[in-house]
């Protein structure tokens, strides 16, 4: 079964540079969601959308920003780069907002 | 604020032995408990509980929601080594920017780190 899928898979950037993650969620659905996972931490939401419109916000920096395209993929765009956004960043996808959601397998950002 | 708690947060067992991991809540507008399983990679779904006291089944594994007393806990019987993970609980919120309900973010707990000696 098609699975959410993320790219690039590992990623390697300097401080004050930028950063865009993509992620295509699994076929049909229409609702992404973004988390970020430091090490040894649990995942903390960044942002989501439903139906091609940002639908909540957690705890994303200003420096952040994502959106969603007609073909329900989505990207978020990181700037201005700091060491502490090292982490591995998951996006979830789900047909339907009051169900689970399916993580794709992360991008794992590190910043020198 | 929305808070995810997990106990134990490590536990080592041997394989066969049973084990229970809990999870309590204080949410917002809570709509359903979501136990995770992750492997150094991506979370993987187990269960999602949305009814209080109706257990899920699903091989070794079970987990029930009590929503009077805002806990779930997730069974694990007859533990196998492959049974070494991080079991991440997390609350979703009932969504409030469309009927039916908005696409929140899940609210996870620090999860139990579960090693399954040999």
């Known amino acids: 079964a098609a699975g959410v899928i993320q790219s690039p898979r590992h990623l390697i950037k300097e401080k004050r540079e930028t950063a865009t993650l993509k992620c295509y969620p699994i076929?049909?659905?229409?609702?992404v969601y973004w988390y970020q996972q430091g090490p040894g931490q649990d995942p903390q939401f960044l942002i989501s959308f439903y139906e091609k419109m940002q639908s909540d916000k957690g705890s994303i920096p200003d420096r952040f920003s994502a959106q969603q395209f007609s073909d329900y993929h989505s990207e978020l765009n990181m700037s201005s780069l700091e060491l502490g956004d090292s982490a591995l960043y998951f996006c979830?996808?789900?047909?339907?907002?009051?169900?689970?959601?399916?993580f794709g397998p992360g991008t794992r950002l590190t910043v020198l | 604020e929305d808070k995810v708690v997990q106990s134990p947060l490590s536990l080592v067992v041997h394989e066969g032995d049973t084990v229970t991991l809990n999870c309590s809540y204080e949410v917002t507008n809570f709509r359903s408990l979501l136990w995770y399983k992750q492997e150094k990679k991506a979370p993987t779904f187990l269960f999602m509980l949305?009814?209080?006291?109706i257990e899920k089944k699903s091989g070794r594994l079970s987990s029930i929601l009590d929503k009077k007393e805002l806990f779930s806990i997730l069974n694990i019987t007859a533990t196998q080594t492959g049974d070494s993970a991080v079991y991440l609980c997390?609350?979703?919120?009932?969504?409030?920017?469309?009927?039916?309900?908005?696409?929140?973010?899940?609210?996870f707990g620090k999860g139990t780190h579960l090693i399954i000696q040999p």
């Open positions: 997390a609350a979703l919120p009932r969504g409030f920017m469309y009927s039916g309900g908005g696409a929140d973010g899940l609210t």
């Open positions: 979830a996808s789900t047909a339907d907002p009051s169900n689970e959601q399916f």
């Open positions: 076929p049909r659905h229409d609702t």
């Open positions: 949305t009814s209080s006291g």
